[in-house]
T-cell receptor
C-alpha cells in the first residue's frame, strides 16, 4: 500500500533563509509525486509534480524538489523564504489509481521577519 | 481557463439532515475526485468519477455518495449528517490519470451542529 510521511508538522524559518520540507513515500511501483500548498480557507494549489521525466523538478514560486529513489524521498526546497510562503504544504503520491491521491499529514511553514 | 468551481463555499446543517455539494471541473476534464479534510484525519480520498462512472472509492460509510453528470459536473451527497462530518470538502479535476495532475477547487466548508 502507498503511504506518505512528512517529517515535521511545523517548520519555522527566517525570511531569506533556506526552506526544506521533508517527504518520504512508500510505493511498490514507480509513483507520481506532488507537492501542494494550501493557504487559510483555500483549496490546494499545485506547486510541482514528479512524473519520471527528470529527478529534479522545478515548480512555481521558486520551489523545487528532488526525487531520490534510493531514499524514497521527495523533499521540497526553496533557497530564500518569503513572508508570502507561510502556508501549509502537502506531499502526495498516486500510482495512476483513478484519481486517488494519498496525502501526507501536512507541514505548516512559518516565516519570521 | 476557468478553474474548478465548488458551491456553496460555506454550509451549516443540523445533525440528521442531508446535504448536497456541487463541483464543476475545468472545461474538458472528465475526471472528478472528492476529498474530506479535517484537522484530525487530514486529507482523505472519498471517491472519483470518470465519464459518469465511479472509478474508485475510499473508506467512507455508505452515507457518502456521489454522481457525475454528462457535462462532467459532479455532486456529492451526505445523508444523516453527524457532527464528525464537519470538514472542508475538496473537489479536484483532472484531464488524465496519474502524472497528469489534479486541480483543486476552493472547497466547501460544512459545519454540522
Amino acid at each position: 500500500a502507498q503511504s506518505v510521511t512528512q517529517l515535521g508538522s511545523h517548520v519555522s524559518v527566517s525570511e531569506g533563509a533556506l526552506v526544506l520540507l521533508r517527504c518520504n513515500y512508500s510505493s511498490s511501483v514507480p509513483p507520481y509525486l506532488f507537492w501542494y500548498v494550501q493557504y487559510p480557507n483555500q483549496g490546494l494549489q499545485l506547486l510541482l509534480k514528479y512524473t519520471s521525466a527528470a529527478t529534479l523538478v522545478k515548480g512555481i514560486n521558486g520551489f523545487e524538489a528532488e526525487f531520490k529513489k534510493s531514499e524514497t524521498s521527495f523533499h521540497l526546497t526553496k533557497p530564500s523564504a518569503h513572508m508570502s510562503d507561510a502556508a501549509e504544504y502537502f506531499c502526495a503520491v498516486t500510482q495512476n489509481e483513478g484519481g486517488k491521491l494519498i496525502f501526507g499529514q501536512g507541514t505548516e511553514l512559518s516565516v519570521k521577519p | 481557463k476557468a478553474g474548478v468551481t465548488q458551491t456553496p463555499r460555506y454550509l451549516i446543517k443540523t445533525r440528521g439532515q442531508q446535504v448536497t455539494l456541487s463541483c464543476s471541473p475545468i472545461s474538458g476534464h472528465r475526471s472528478v475526485s472528492w476529498y474530506q479534510q479535517t484537522p484530525g484525519q487530514g486529507l482523505q480520498f472519498l471517491f472519483e468519477y470518470f465519464s459518469e462512472t465511479q472509478r474508485n472509492k475510499g473508506n467512507f460509510p455508505g452515507r457518502f455518495s456521489g454522481r457525475q453528470f454528462s457535462n462532467s459536473r459532479s455532486e456529492m451527497n451526505v445523508s444523516t449528517l453527524e457532527l464528525g462530518d464537519s470538514a472542508l470538502y475538496l473537489c479536484a479535476s483532472s484531464g488524465g490519470q496519474g502524472g497528469y495532475g489534479y486541480t483543486f477547487g476552493s472547497g466547501t466548508r460544512l459545519t454540522v451542529v
